[in-house]
DNA sequence: GATTGTGAAAGCGTTCACAGCC
DNA sequence: GGCTGTGAACGCTTTCACAATC
């Protein structure tokens, strides 16, 4: 139910401006889904709504969290203080929505020590302890794409069940282990698709306006 | 086609790696999907396959990047120099894999000026002059959730055809704008889904080997 | 013999439509 | 009367299986 967490952002927006009561034809409207879609995703967590009412919107919010686990926070370690690395610790995002960093960790020396978003890289060797110590569930892979396996191998070494991997590398875990994948290079490529598509069709549209203009190319 | 520039990623590391002949059977494997899957997709760019020897990595890899529409290099506009705005903008990855920034924008005059991965941040009011110069297509969404929709609107105004909306916030744009949503959150609140899951799962077990104990809660 | 390209079958998520309930 | 909850219909994607081709 990957939809859950985008009800909740819009359920916790419309709770703050003070709605307390909501329709699934709402929602669905705030989602850009459909009705039907909401409602088979929300009675999958229990039968919640009151018929002819709709849903109470504090009570769904608390729901959603205990569905998704978020009734505390999750501490997540870092995996490279590269750009990628920095730029994802440096965002206080993470802590912000429950997922404070616990650690980010490097293989080069040359960056252990410093500070990002005010926490300090440690050596890839001290991943266990601070798994450990701190109890993170949750990886984050921000290495280049060659050393995102062996990022992995470690997380998983060190007890991390779910990754969240942001190198360019399809990565393998033993079964039980999570894995998502957020590749900012094929969200543009697929914008890109888009782009590349309505160009053609300008082009074709154009080439029928002038039908004395030379047919062949990048037309279809 | 959101699987293309998954194999295009593969076939290039392939390629460098001096593969020049490939099956589906291969890809399959490294994409971690089914061959027949690889088929229909790469028979969708044309029959650029050779019966019962595979495929060309470099041709394909050609293929591939003509049909993405990634032939020549598409500028980025990012709007909002926040943290995200920030990190997206000094994480050197977008320019790397031809989605070169080709502008950021802000609407607080205390961030303007400022210098930011080598790109200097400009006002909103100049967003249009921007996308107009650089010839820009595919707009960035990096503003806190709140400013998201005036942002895509501002981008849509400016010419913008694509938008990748960074921001938690679902945002609506005309007809013939493709929008992607990126949000960060929703990976991790994803994760922590799992590992709910995993948690409950630990709890029902440890309660089945102990009968005696309270079975309420938590469980299923 | 090996591997592609593709109809046909199976599977899955979405949408419809309406009974059930407030 | 209004809205939820859900069985049934639909459509799209995936997978199978094999004929066509090198």
Redesign the pocket.
């Known amino acids: 139910m990957a939809?859950l967490p985008v009800y909740l952002q819009l359920l916790s927006e419309q709770f703050d401006a003070g709605v307390s009561n909501?329709?699934?034809?709402?929602?669905a409207e705030l989602a850009a889904?459909?009705?039907?879609?909401?409602?088979?995703?929300?009675?999958?967590l229990?039968?919640?709504?009151?018929?002819?009412?709709?849903?109470e919107v504090e009570f769904l919010i608390f729901q959603i969290k205990r569905e998704l686990g978020l009734t505390h926070d999750w501490h997540v370690v870092i995996v490279g203080a590269g750009n990628l690395g920095q730029a994802l610790a440096g965002y206080g995002g993470f802590g912000e929505r429950g997922f404070p960093v616990g650690g980010i960790v490097d293989v080069a020396d040359d960056k252990v020590g410093s500070l990002i978003g005010g926490v300090r890289v440690r050596h890839i060797d001290d991943l266990q302890h601070i798994v450990q110590s701190q109890n993170v569930a949750i990886g984050v892979i921000a290495t280049p794409g060659p050393a995102a396996q062996d990022a992995a191998d470690a997380l998983v070494a060190a007890g991390v069940t779910s990754i969240l991997n942001f190198a360019p590398t399809i990565i393998s875990a033993p079964h039980g282990i999570s894995i998502r994948k957020v590749d900012l290079a094929v969200e543009l490529q697929i914008l890109s698709y888009h782009e590349q598509r309505r160009a053609n069709a300008r082009q074709s549209t154009a080439l029928k306006a002038v039908p004395g203009a030379s047919g062949r190319g990048a037309s279809a």
Chains 1, 2 share one sequence.
């Open positions: 939809r909501i329709s699934s034809e709402e929602i889904v459909n009705a039907a879609k909401v409602r088979k995703d929300l009675s999958y229990g039968s919640y709504g009151t018929r002819g009412v709709g849903y």
